[in-house]
């Protein structure tokens, strides 16, 4: 959602993905420094218009270095030409989110860019990265306020005008009750030996010590350290063999020896979980926010087409 978006970890290097709504306008990163080939366009020539703004060629191209390396010139010539007009978009796309920031008077206060430099910066060796990146820690820290200021204009044109009903999510949950259903899971321990004369030797000391400490001793499970507590798990997630026997037994239950392909095995069940189905107050805050995102997602791209209208936005396809 919109509202649980965070800037972009700014330290790491930019890969190549598919734009995903709202949220991909925060990957584009614009540096000053670049170099222009033989035979490419000048680099003050407009890429693109928006209204009174253009992105020049030498932007783009930045930005295309920062956003894969190399400018894709190893893909495909398809995705290629996709990634470039994907990119071209997001550009456009900050560009006219952060005029509207400055028409409503939105800003970042120094103390904003401050937390999120300390929440991003916390190895001193990570400054190297920033200074190939960005040249300086000035303009890494500018990035930053500038994707902050995008949060927060998307935030108050968008998500600030999303409201979801209790009756909305309500029939959410009627039509998609299915995915709610919660399959039966047993929470069981296990005893592993290579042999069955140590399988039988751990069912004698069974007799007189707590199943856990037996585990510990005798196991040769990487599970023995707890206890040989395999922790709780439905059908389909643990060996058919293991299954088999765990599923049968009521909480407390020690099987006899089960010999598998992985050894020789006895299994204690701690507790069982019924299959059920998760009742609408246990899910209706994770419906009321899925709903919400997916509102959030429609309010922004309508919002953002709305600008680009408004803008005239024109773009030189030839030159990507």
């Given at each position: 959602m919109i509202t649980g978006t965070q800037p972009e970890n700014v330290l790491s290097p930019a890969r190549p993905r598919r734009p995903a709504g709202v949220f991909a306008l925060l990957t584009v990163f614009l540096i000053l420094s670049g170099c222009e080939k033989k035979g490419e366009s000048p680099p003050d020539k407009p890429v693109a218009t928006v209204g009174r703004d253009i992105i020049t060629y030498g932007e783009f191209k930045n930005a295309l270095a920062l956003f894969v390396p190399g400018g894709g010139e190893?893909?495909?010539?398809?995705?290629?030409?996709?990634?470039?007009?994907?990119?071209?978009?997001?550009?456009?796309e900050e560009k006219l989110v952060l005029d509207e920031a400055g028409r409503r008077g939105i800003t970042?206060?120094?103390?904003?860019?401050?937390?999120?430099?300390?929440?991003?910066?916390?190895?001193?060796?990570?400054?190297?990265?920033?200074?190939?990146?960005?040249?300086?820690?000035?303009?890494?820290?500018?990035?930053?306020?500038?994707?902050?200021?995008?949060?927060?204009?998307?935030?108050a044109a968008v998500r600030s005008a999303v409201r979801v009903t209790e009756k909305e999510a309500m029939g959410?949950?009627?039509?998609?009750?299915?995915?709610?259903?919660?399959?039966?899971?047993?929470?069981?321990?296990?005893?592993m030996t290579e042999t069955e004369e140590k399988a039988k030797e751990a069912e004698r000391l069974l007799l007189r010590e707590r199943f856990e400490d037996v585990a510990r001793k005798m196991s040769a499970g990487p599970e023995a350290a707890t206890g040989g507590d395999l922790g709780f798990f439905g059908r389909g997630e643990m060996p058919p063999e293991f299954e088999d026997v765990v599923f049968k037994l009521t909480a407390g239950r020690i099987s006899p020896i089960v010999k598998t392909p992985y050894g020789y095995h006895i299994f204690r069940v701690e507790g069982v979980k019924k299959a059920r189905t998760l009742r609408f107050k246990e899910v209706k805050g994770e419906i009321m926010d899925r709903l919400a995102g997916e509102k959030s997602e429609e309010g922004y791209r309508d919002w953002i087409l709305s600008l680009k209208k408004n803008a005239g936005v024109k773009v030189d396809e030839a030159m990507l």
């Open positions: 190893g893909m495909p010539q398809n995705e290629r030409t996709e990634l470039r007009k994907n990119l071209i978009n997001r550009m456009i970042v206060s120094s103390d904003e860019v401050s937390r999120e430099v300390k929440a991003l910066w916390r190895d001193p060796a990570d400054e190297r990265s920033i200074l190939e990146r960005y040249g300086t820690t000035d303009k890494w820290k500018e990035e930053i306020r500038k994707k902050l200021l995008i949060k927060k204009t998307v935030e959410y949950y009627d039509k998609n009750r299915s995915r709610y259903e919660m399959p039966g899971e047993v929470r069981a321990r296990m005893i």
